[in-house]
């Protein structure tokens, strides 16, 4: 990237809590440019969902440890995927430990105010990732996450037919309210409200019960395969998105794409002709203004697991045990061979 002037820094207010912004012109998304691209752009956007339009943004983050991914310089610079928060920050900048896999721990972002949010994307955030729990109770989630990933052959188009036709009848019939979000990619998000009763293991296999009833519904269209080689051209049901150190871009995020898209909660029956790059840095908060935040209501009732783990325990019946773990997860009791299909020489014996 050509060296540019530096643009003097800022001192903003945030909700009475000073915040610096520094070389606020510096551009991010370099097809937006300066008109639309800068790290102002992207600083107020952030100002903007978490201080006015109702702060959904800070209601999808609040008192949750999060990992922040940035891009200094830009989203055409090197990424940085920070998970632990610098030991040099503002006082109103809070920590919350969290657990890793490897049972190391953690001292992370938690959110609690727009201060905190405006600070880190002044560090060149552009994604905050939530984990699903809150910080009082870091082994227990209070969210279930469903993951619709588009597989080469497949398109947005492609998961907004399986959320609409199959995953949402299903989430009525078990009497479970599902909320919607586009990736800001491809892909498609739906969380669910849960009672916090349950750790991360509970959660998957919770998890991975409705994903496969999806996949048995879903007349070949989506596919819980673990392997790439083994998806062909469906959709991806991702159910390791409720692994224990496994986050989501959150609701009202910035993606790293050419055009600042977010990822936007929509309604269901926005859902029906919504595209996700219609839904942008520069677009959300006139769509925010319009009508209030579709996921205003998630927390109002929290649901209980209960039928998805019976689901879970007919499925063990039916020989169905669990599925393959990401590769920084110690081996689980129960899983399966981490062994890529075609290089399995047991099964190809």
């Given amino acids: 990237m050509a060296n540019v002037k530096r643009s003097p820094a800022e001192e903003l207010d945030i909700d009475g809590i000073p915040v610096r912004l520094s070389n606020p012109d510096k551009v991010y998304f370099p097809r937006l440019g300066a008109d639309g691209g800068t790290k102002r752009h992207l600083v107020e956007y952030y ?34 995927y920070q998970k632990r928060v610098p030991a040099r920050h503002p006082d109103h900048v809070a920590t919350c430990a969290v657990t ?15 201060a905190d949010v405006v600070w880190a994307a002044n560090l060149g955030t552009v994604t905050f990732h939530p984990w699903a729990v809150r910080c009082g109770d870091t082994d227990r989630p209070d969210e279930l996450r469903i993951d619709l990933d588009p597989q080469p052959g497949t398109d947005f188009s492609d ?9 949402r009848p ?28 349950w750790d991360f293991v509970g ?62 909660p929509l309604t269901w029956e926005e859902l029906v002709d919504a595209e996700p790059d219609d839904f942008t ?30 689901m879970a ?4 019946a039916a020989g169905l045990g669990d599925l393959p773990y990401p590769p920084n997860h110690p081996k689980m009791p129960g899983e399966p061979k981490r062994v890529q299909p075609s290089r399995d020489t047991d099964r190809r014996a």
């Fill in 47 to 80: 100002r903007a969902v978490t201080t006015a339009l109702g702060a959904p943004l800070l209601d999808a983050l609040r008192d949750r440890p999060t990992h922040l991914q940035r891009f200094p310089d830009g989203v055409e610079g090197d990424e940085i």
């Fill in 100 to 114: 890793f896999p490897s049972g190391r721990t953690a001292d992370v972002l938690r959110v609690r105010s727009a």
């Fill in 159 to 167: 998961a907004r037919a399986l959320a609409l036709e199959v995953m």
């Fill in 170 to 197: 299903l989430l009525d019939e078990l009497g479970l309210t599902g909320f919607p979000k586009t990736s800001g990619g491809r892909g498609i998000h739906i969380y669910l409200r849960i009672v916090p009763e």
């Fill in 203 to 264: 959660v998957r296999r919770a998890g991975i019960a409705l994903m496969r009833e999806v996949e048995r519904r879903s007349g070949g269209r989506a596919t819980t395969a673990w392997w790439k080689e083994e998806r062909g051209e469906r959709i991806f049901l991702d159910f390791n998105q409720n692994a224990r150190d496994k986050t989501i871009a959150s609701a009202y995020s910035v993606r790293r794409t050419p055009i600042a898209t977010v990822s936007t």
């Fill in 281 to 310: 840095v520069a677009t959300v908060p006139a769509l925010l203004a319009r009508r209030s935040d579709p996921m205003a209501s998630l927390d109002s009732t929290a649901f209980s697991l209960d039928p998805l783990l019976e």
């Fill in 313 to 316: 325990d007919r499925d063990a």
